[in-house]
């Protein structure tokens, strides 16, 4: 039976593909990830493919590989993980307010058959006026360094957003019903692949 493989370190994603009942193991890629490109689906999809190929190279078995990329656009601008929460709180007072991006590229290796499969989902989100201080303690709370955007949308996170159009998992980094179509093209589901006795509620 071929193995799935999720190339991420990422707790939510983990927690994502888990809640749906998928048994899988986690095999985080360790690459350069690139913030540059002509497009923000072009950018994060190549990212996420870099992930899938890297350790999709290291499989002894056959297996699917999932490797996702989430980055944040604000107009011209790309936000990926702060460097600072000095950095973290101008992050989150450029996005106050305002309408930006949340881009996450998928990639899926079948080893098996060498067969690679990309797509992308965008998803807007709003942010409600913020202030110093409520960005402060955000800041000092979650110390968003491992964030694009230097934010999350669960937890304290939700206090942020005022609006969403598009997919929520997305904004996690996971959008499952991407993800869904995508294995559909290698010949997978994600609902085939579920177990009753691990399916849970986040």
Known sequence: ?????????????????????????????????????????????????????????TMADDALVIAADTLVFLDEDVLSKPGTLDEARRMLGRLSGNTHQVVTGLALYDTASGRVALGSETTDVTFRLLEDEEIRRFVETVRPLDRAGAYTVDGPGSLLVSRYDGCYQNVLGLPVVRLDKLMRTLGYSLFQLMQPDKARFL
């Open 1 to 57: 039976m071929t193995k799935i493989i999720l190339a991420s370190a990422s707790p939510r994603r983990r927690a994502l593909l888990a809640a749906l009942g998928i048994a899988f193991d986690v095999c985080a890629a360790d690459i350069e990830e690139c913030d540059e490109g002509e497009t923000p689906a072009g950018i994060v999809e190549a990212n996420a493919r870099a992930k899938c190929l890297a350790v999709g190279k």
